[in-house]
Structures are given as C-alpha cells and as structure tokens.
C-alpha cells in the first residue's frame, strides 16, 4: 500500500508511522530522514538544503520534492511506501500525486490522526528534556521521581522551548493553515480515512491497522 499519515504535532505521527510500516512491510519515509540522509551523503540535493539550513532559512519546496522523488524511486519503495512528514501543504500534495502518475501508480489512502488542541498541549507541555542524556520524561504519562532531575543520568531536566504552550499553540495555528487543508483535498479524493488518536499508543495502531484491514491493508 502507498501510504500518507497526516495529523497535529503531539498526535503520535512518528510512533504510529513505525508501526504501521512494519505492520505492512513498507519503507516509513519521513522528511527528516531524508535530509539528514542527503545532508550526511553530501548529494547535490543535500548540499543545496544545507545552504538554506545553515542560513536558518527554509528549505524551498522543489528541493523537498525532489529529494522524496528520489527516495520513492528507490526499490524498497516499488511495492508500497508511508510518507510522514510530506506532503505539508495542498500545493505539495497536488505535486505528488502529479509525481506518482509519472511513476504509474497513486496513493491508496492517507490516514489522518485525529486529537484536539487541548490534548496535544498536555502530551507536549508535560515533557521534561534531560539535559545530560536526552531523554524526554513527562509529567504525568512518565514521570521522573524527581520533576527537576533525571532518573537515568542524574542531570538536570528541563522543558524545551518547543513544547511551552505558547509555542505549541503557534505549531498548532501553522498547522490548521498550512497542512489541515490537506484533509478537505484528499476527501474530496475519497482517499481520507480518520483515525481516533487519543489514549494509549497500542491502542491507536490497533484502531489503524483495523482501518488499514477495510481498505485491504
């Protein structure tokens, strides 16, 4: 199956992409991995996204596009694939499906996770970064004994700009502008499948790979 996984920060798109892939024994490709792999490989692609990165400036939408061309032409890609991460905006998700037609196949369905503002602030502003050994702890879904001091290193824990809620609640405006729209376009496809994503993470990929089984995943 070809895949897309689309939700808010905070609603477990990175978890559930593992499990899902390995579910269907497809690549989980996701932007980040792509760019840390074209940087680390310094292909022309990687070199040119540097450029912008370096400059704190964001990586210009053909360079996104033409390293997930590159990746989905790959051969572990030719039976099935789950994007995470891309497309981001309707524009990008218009350019893919273009893509795909070149390639002579389509998306089968994309799988939206689906959680409300108020719950992503709790996952997100409940985590506490240890500044030693880079785990993240939460305030109440896995809590440390100490809430200022790592239980695995001993070092200080901290809670990253990120997830402050006002910079959740910024993540979350960009998103419903940005990539919400993206659940309108791929409904109007028929290809939309909503997944509840609040409560234990098994219990979310169960209620995917249900999902996933009525589409013939």
Request: charged share 30%; glycine share 10%.
């Amino acid at each position: 199956m070809r895949l897309v996984l689309v939700g808010p920060p905070g609603a477990g798109k990175g978890t559930q992409a593992e499990f899902i892939a390995a579910h269907l024994a497809v690549p989980k490709i996701s932007t980040g991995d792509i760019f840390r792999a074209n940087v680390s490989q310094r292909t022309e692609l990687g070199i040119e996204a540097k450029r912008y990165m370096d400059a704190g400036e964001l990586v210009p939408d053909e360079i996104t596009i033409n390293m997930v061309r590159d990746r989905l032409a790959e051969p572990d890609a030719g039976d099935g694939f789950l994007l995470d991460g891309f497309p981001r905006t309707v524009p990008q998700a218009a350019t893919l499906d273009k893509m795909l037609v070149d390639m002579g196949t389509s998306l089968d369905l994309v799988l939206e996770l689906v959680v409300d503002d108020d719950e992503v602030i709790r996952r997100l502003s409940g985590r506490r970064t240890c500044r030693g050994c880079g785990k993240i702890w939460h305030v109440e879904f896995d809590p440390p004994t100490d809430d200022a001091v790592c239980d695995r290193c001993g070092s200080e824990l901290f809670q990253r700009d990120d997830d402050k809620p006002e910079t959740i609640a910024r993540r979350l405006e960009e998103y419903a502008n940005k990539t919400a729209p993206l659940v309108d376009y791929y409904g109007a496809q028929g290809k939309l499948v909503g997944i509840d994503a609040t409560g234990p993470v098994e219990d979310v990929t169960v209620r995917a790979i249900d999902a996933l089984r009525s589409y013939g995943g």
